[in-house]
């Protein structure tokens, strides 16, 4: 190992070290932390922000990654993926101010209260002050980076290393005919779905939810599941990632489904190298759009299955009674039900997609200068009412629903069709590859299904460009053909 | 403000900011983290610890002190008191090598599970070699520290500034044959007191001590409470603080106990000095034995009292209905019964000393190595029956059963004894100035009560010196009177 190799693990280490503390920090802001610690936790989220930033973007660094560029490593080592890791990464990072990185840290901080007050209070004016400074942050981030086009690019380059606007719009236009014509047929066959009706017990959601969490693969020696306003899940530290979901009795599918959801980005975490390999490129998930696959595979194409029913409505109804007047038949045509929504965390996976698409171009336009944010509830409410067909009630039913421009998270949302995408791509390839998976799902058995994605996914790190990483997987990027077959068949379709 | 004093607070606020992510990581290791995790968590006790180890050793802060001790701050100021509190800190940091910081956090941040696993077989020899190291490392930091007669003196003097063994040994020696003479009358009253039995469902523990301890006083808009596997409280932030307690179906007194006990440790430290003061002398709590009497104060002499349950009785029993069957006065009896037992932190007003002055001294020859680790449960066991007469079964009821060691707290058990007798020292002295304070507490009023304890204990930080405190607040320095006293009307005894 080269010195300047060996120099770049132990600063990727020191990073690791305060990265995970700011990780606990974060997730304990979402889950526990008492309202009068906000004002100090952002401000030390500006501090370790604006210390990890400090520490990767010195000089040295960039010295010691043009070394190792020197010398030479294989092209599928992981030395040179690392090497070409931190090479992306140093140059982002070096271009942005260290006084923007820490304020941007402390804006992220202060905003998330006040998001939820303003959705509580169902309020855009009280949250539009801090979406003024977090999108100018980002407009002036982009602006830094560099772009062309549009400065959408510039940020989703940070989610999708790749990805960028004309290529989204591609896929954008190449699916949504697709999802109009599917639309039809899945809202009939959802006609005839009952609604499930009953208590369901919090303990009862929380020991079926940990048990199919478990059987699954979720690792509870190496992680956990707590309540949170949002579902999400981080990986606080090696050995140490987190899920967590929300509860409401007369809903269980809601927590179960969030459980499983964050199973699926909780064990592609929790399948990445570890030890030394973490804080570095390769210890690293790749991307979003490939982590949502992992998160929408075990959500929805394996725990919206009628196979998934047929196994687990005995342990279902045992840990939750009020399931036992319905079959099995019944609770999985319930779970599957079509209908446009509100919500994009509960909307169902023919009109989800919608919801991105909308929020993309919103997103975009906002950050090109093409709308002011004071127009955002008139834009969002008439563009919504155009593509699903429904009058939104208010800005907590419509732009204040989703915590994401409150963490700064802006230019991401496309990532999450790009995982619905590459869920079904990689789930066809997998039961190609293994036909056995099928029976074994059938039987609640999960280990060949998980270890196929351990192995062409979780165990690459960020070896590769995501679509690099699907056309090694799969043999071809992410495209629409494999989720609409998937959808055309379960909604009784003829194969288009 | 000099430009050293603006120095010295920025530097104090930047330790703060790293202190308090330390705060929650190990919070977060009591409480919730997962096994997997515990390695890479002890690492970043080590990192955490050498980098504000670093930051407030560094040459330069030395000569902001020696300016500012220069600058004749007048001595009853902010600025003096911080002053004396950052050259006292400063004095015994620089003595330690930065090795011996960062070996000793990794050292606990490992103990720990090993402690718990050896407690649970009840297997001294599994934790041995943890405390060979820990002890080890006590020694040495003694060593750097300097001491004189006992290696305990340079411990005892970072928990319990300005302690040392002879002024422990003589309390001991004045409060030993007291607690001796109030112990058969003590036993005598406790005969007929009843045990309560029935089933106590964690949930209505859970409501009633969150009642119990918000009309104390405590502040749940800035603090919380959960489970752990020994109650604790910590301060994570400004605006932060957390207590935990365990939970026991058969015993609702053991978690409300620990609530009222960790609830004045957390109104404590949601009494000192926070914005600016935060991490500085003045907004930090001086000492353990001070701390320790706002935790006795809650549990003991207000939770204790006859007319705490006269005015908290009917809620008890609403929210815990098997304590119907019992009257205030049989349920005052039952937590007020005095009767030798293994566990110190079970153990009652009367004989829990016991167990702080036989840990004293054991801890004591250990560190001046009259006495070897390998020899520590036969010694514990011979002394503990020769003090209370019960033969130890296991060490995990004997030497084991305390997290102190486990967590490198050694040189600290005094503190405990230190805070009973400042409680009732304290407690008497502001009933003797607010007459009104009796009736108040009868009607469940805590107000006056906990403003004295602000006033004279909260605000002042560490202005002073544990014992220039209790001197400033009551008159006289921590004795044994006011406990002596109390006790002795306690269990029908004349005064002394």
């Known amino acids: 190992m080269s010195d300047s190799y060996a120099r770049l693990l132990a600063r990727s280490?020191?990073?690791?070290?305060?990265?995970?503390?700011?990780?606990?920090?974060?997730?304990d802001a979402e889950t526990l932390q008492p309202k009068a610690g906000v004002a100090f936790r952002a401000e030390q989220f500006a501090y370790f922000?604006?210390?990890?930033?400090?520490?990767?973007?010195?000089?040295?660094?960039?010295?010691?990654?043009?070394?190792?560029?020197?010398?030479?490593?294989a092209p599928d080592s992981t030395e040179a993926a690392n090497v070409r890791g931190w090479r992306r990464e140093y140059d982002r990072a070096t271009r942005l101010p260290q006084e923007l990185v820490e304020a941007h840290e402390r804006s992220k901080g202060l905003a998330r209260e006040a998001w939820i007050e303003a959705r509580r209070r169902s309020d855009f004016a009280h949250f539009q002050p801090h979406l003024e400074i977090l999108f100018g942050q980002a407009r002036e981030m982009a602006d830094h980076w560099g772009w062309q086009g549009s400065r959408y690019n510039a940020l989703l380059d940070a989610y999708e290393p790749?990805?960028?606007?004309?290529?989204?719009?591609?896929?954008?236009?190449?699916?949504?005919?697709?999802?109009?014509?599917?639309?039809p047929a899945a809202l009939a066959k959802s006609a005839a779905a009952p609604r499930l009706e009953g208590e369901f017990p919090v303990e009862g959601q929380i020991k079926f939810n940990a048990e199919v969490a478990r059987a699954v693969g979720f690792d509870f020696e190496a992680g956990r599941i707590d309540a949170?306003?949002?579902?999400?899940?981080?990986?606080?530290?090696?050995?140490?990632?987190?899920?967590?979901?929300?509860y409401d009795i007369?809903?269980?599918?809601?927590?179960?489904?969030?459980?499983?959801?964050?199973?699926?980005?909780?064990?592609?975490?929790?399948?990445?190298?570890?030890?030394?390999?973490?804080?570095?490129?390769?210890?690293?998930?790749?991307?979003?759009?490939?982590?949502?696959?992992?998160?929408?595979?075990?959500?929805?194409?394996?725990?919206?299955?009628?196979?998934?029913?047929?196994?687990?409505?005995?342990?279902?109804?045992?840990?939750?009674?009020?399931?036992?007047?319905?079959?099995?038949?019944?609770?999985?045509?319930?779970?599957?039900r079509v209908e446009p929504s509100f919500i994009r965390v509960e909307a169902d996976q023919v009109t989800y997609d919608f919801h991105i698409m909308l929020r993309f171009e919103i997103e975009r336009r906002l950050l090109d200068g093409e709308l002011a944010l004071a127009d955002v509830p008139a834009v969002w409410n008439e563009e919504f009412e155009r593509?699903?067909?429904?009058?939104?009630?208010?800005?907590?039913?419509?732009?204040?629903?989703?915590?994401?421009?409150?963490?700064?998270?802006?230019?991401?949302?496309?990532?999450?069709?790009?995982?619905?995408?590459?869920?079904?791509?990689l789930f066809a390839r997998a039961r190609a590859e293994e036909p056995a998976i099928d029976a074994e799902l059938a039987r609640g058995d999960y280990a060949r299904l998980l270890g196929w994605m351990r192995r062409k996914i979780h165990a690459r790190g960020s070896a590769l460009l995501p679509m690099d990483l699907m056309r090694e997987a799969t043999g071809a990027?992410?495209?629409?053909?494999?989720?609409?077959?998937?959808?055309?068949?379960?909604?009784?379709?003829?194969?288009?």
Chains 1, 2 share one sequence.
């Open 13 to 27: 280490r020191e990073i690791a070290l305060l990265g995970s503390a700011a990780h606990l920090l974060h997730w």
């Open 49 to 73: 922000g604006g210390a990890t930033h400090r520490l990767f973007t010195a000089p040295e660094v960039g010295g010691w990654i043009s070394d190792c560029e020197a010398a030479g490593y």
């Open 162 to 183: 790749g990805a960028d606007v004309a290529q989204i719009r591609a896929i954008f236009d190449a699916f949504r005919p697709q999802l109009r014509e599917i639309l």
């Open 228 to 246: 949170s306003t949002h579902p999400f899940c981080s990986r606080i530290a090696p050995g140490d990632t987190r899920l967590t979901t929300r």
């Open 250 to 336: 007369h809903h269980f599918a809601s927590s179960l489904f969030s459980v499983l959801h964050e199973a699926g980005h909780g064990m592609y975490e929790q399948g990445v190298p570890e030890g030394d390999a973490y804080g570095t490129p390769m210890g690293s998930a790749v991307s979003l759009g490939i982590h949502e696959s992992q998160s929408r595979l075990w959500e929805n194409l394996v725990g919206r299955a009628p196979e998934f029913w047929e196994h687990w409505f005995p342990r279902a109804a045992e840990h939750l009674p009020a399931l036992r007047r319905y079959t099995p038949a019944e609770v999985c045509a319930s779970v599957n």
């Open 387 to 425: 593509s699903l067909g429904l009058k939104v009630p208010d800005d907590a039913h419509g732009c204040l629903q989703d915590i994401h421009w409150s963490a700064g998270l802006i230019g991401y949302f496309p990532t999450y069709t790009l995982g619905n995408l590459n869920a079904a791509q």
């Open 477 to 496: 990027p992410t495209g629409v053909e494999a989720q609409v077959a998937l959808l055309r068949a379960k909604f009784g379709l003829a194969a288009s």
